[in-house]
């Protein structure tokens, strides 16, 4: 494996892992809310991806949208289900939830879905590019460009709009967004629903890569972790770039000293940076 | 000072708050005309931010409210927050007055639905900045890099883009310098010779006098004596614990 392969690899690796993330950030950026099922809804949209692929012959441009509904749904009824919890910001009560709401849709994943293992083929995933010595497919460069298209979108959304000023100050303070006439529950109700929405885009567009299951997630919510803390909780700029950087770690390390223990290496890593730099790579409040 | 009209634009009877079983406020009527500054005045803990809280349905806390809360007379007591909020019903609470992270142009973005504020008035930024021309060289500045008397500022501007029909202010003088709180209360003032309703909540009671239509004097969370100010200054309970001296 050469040295420019590898950076390839850590490119699109970083900008998978950014949009696998990128929900979760939103998230915590806004609502102060951790969702240990984002794994299992990543799997979710993987699978509702393949499904309606599979089964109802939908072409993938269509397998996308119906993936991204699903997210919703399920992230609406998720929030609607700990409104009371995110209010009181009990946040113990809240990861013990996440976390069995995650178990219920793996249980419900494998009974709709079966335990065993299928491959998401798209359009893209079966096309190369060849670059000199250097191997990619379409899937690849869509990962990227969907990546960096979302990135800037909720950029400018947060930064430029209203909806966005109404997030940040919710995020801020939603005590005092109460006074501005905030109906601050909607809003959570409308993160949750954006984080779905995002983590089952992530899913249908890097899923591709690799084989899917009923029992994956466990990665997914580790690598999340990892770049929205290394990022600064909150902070969409953080993430990208805390998602580049894990990505050309993870290909770097797997390439040159172990692929078994690139997740280990991953957390190495969380711990060197939180201790030097305790507010992860790029701090920043009110969800930017 | 304007002679207020008596049509009540908020009215609060029987109005009692509870933090677990007990009682913090307990409130037989208070009512506040068209055009009126009224002062609320009382010693730490007599109960005054939990009366604007209540009123607003508010609270950092998690008390408990009851009884009824009126505004131009239609009942509001089951309205959330937001929702009082954009009935015209406005708190600007103590110290937490802007958002920090949020510039002072993007504080002042948020305005009244004009679905909503049919029949009020909401300040355009113009006339925020005419009112307040400090704000107006601090527009792309955040929030948080204001100093105490300019976030004060921010904070009546933001409440008056959401066209308060009747505004609330808790303590809006703590933590400013002497000249700062006669500024703010004068602009409060103005305000109200301008058509505005406010019910003030303040602890420098020798500062609010001057500009107050009424006072009411709040004691472990009941009104204790309430009236124009004129003759409530008098009041020996107000001169000896708040004016330095018998009447």
Redesign the interface.
Same mark, same amino acid.
């Given at each position: 494996m050469n040295f420019a392969q590898q950076a390839l690899n850590g490119l699109i690796l970083g900008h998978a892992f950014a949009l696998i993330a990128i929900g979760w950030t939103v998230l915590l950026g806004t609502a102060r809310l951790v969702n240990f099922a984002h794994g299992q809804m990543y799997m979710i949209g993987a699978f509702v991806a393949w499904f309606v692929m599979s089964s109802w012959g939908l072409p993938y441009l269509l397998a996308v949208p119906a993936a991204m509904l699903a997210g919703v749904i399920i992230g609406w009824i998720m929030q609607a289900t700990l409104l009371r919890l995110t209010i009181k910001q009990d946040l113990v009560s809240i990861m013990i939830v996440t976390l069995g709401f995650g178990h219920m849709l793996e249980g419900a994943a494998g009974l709709s879905f079966g335990s065993t293992g299928q491959i998401l083929d798209t359009p893209l995933s079966l096309k190369d590019i060849y670059i000199g010595d250097l191997w990619i497919t379409w899937q690849d460069v869509a990962i990227v460009i969907v990546t960096i298209a979302v990135f800037i979108a909720l950029k400018l959304v947060l930064e430029k709009s209203?909806l966005g000023?109404?997030v940040?100050?919710v995020?801020?303070?939603p005590?005092?967004a109460?006074?501005?006439? *905030?109906? *601050?529950r909607r809003v959570y109700l409308g993160v949750f629903a954006f984080e779905g929405a995002a983590v089952a885009l992530a899913a249908a567009v890097v899923a591709p890569r690799t084989p899917i299951l009923t029992s994956m997630g466990f990665q997914e919510v580790i690598i999340t972790f990892v770049v929205v803390v290394l990022g600064g909780i909150g902070s969409v700029t953080g993430s990208y770039l805390a998602g580049l950087g894990l990505g050309f770690f993870t290909a770097f390390f797997g390439a040159y000293v172990s692929q078994a223990y690139a997740t280990a290496a991953m957390f190495g890593v969380l711990i060197v940076v939180l201790a030097l730099r305790p507010g992860g790579l790029a701090a920043r409040?009110?969800g930017r | 000072m304007s002679a207020p009209e008596t049509r009540p634009v908020l009215e609060a009877e029987g109005l009692e708050v509870r933090y677990g079983g007990n009682l913090a406020l307990s409130v037989d009527r208070l009512a506040i005309a068209q055009g009126e500054l009224v002062g609320v005045v009382g010693a730490n803990g007599a109960g005054k931010s939990t009366l604007v809280n209540a009123l607003?349905g508010?609270s950092?806390g998690e008390p408990k409210a009851t009884g009824t809360v009126r505004l131009d007379g239609r009942d509001i007591s089951g309205l959330?927050?937001?929702e009082r909020?954009?009935a015209g019903l406005?708190?600007?609470?103590e110290s937490?007055l802007v958002?920090?992270?949020?510039s002072v142009d993007?504080n002042l973005?948020?305005a009244?639905h004009p679905r909503h504020a049919q029949g009020r008035r909401a300040y355009s930024t113009d006339e925020i900045f005419d009112l307040f021309p400090n704000l107006a060289s601090r527009r792309g500045h955040l929030g948080g890099q204001l100093s105490g008397g300019e976030r004060q500022m921010l904070g009546i501007a933001?409440a008056l883009r959401?066209a308060p029909r009747a505004l609330m202010l808790d303590e809006p003088s703590i933590g400013l310098a002497p000249r700062l709180v006669s500024t703010v209360l004068e602009t409060i003032r103005a305000l109200v010779d301008d058509g505005l309703t406010v019910l003030l909540v303040e602890q420098n009671v020798k500062a609010t006098i001057p500009v107050v239509d009424r006072l009411v004097l709040l004691e472990r969370g009941r009104i204790l004596a309430q009236g124009p100010t004129a003759e409530m200054q008098d009041d020996p309970r107000i001169a000896e614990a708040y004016l330095g001296g018998a009447a």
């Open positions: 209203r000023r109404l940040r100050m995020a801020e303070d005590k005092l109460l006074l501005a006439g *905030v109906d *601050v409040a009110g | 607003a508010w950092r959330r927050t937001p909020v954009k406005l708190l600007i609470p937490r958002f920090a992270t949020l993007e973005a948020h009244a933001r959401l």
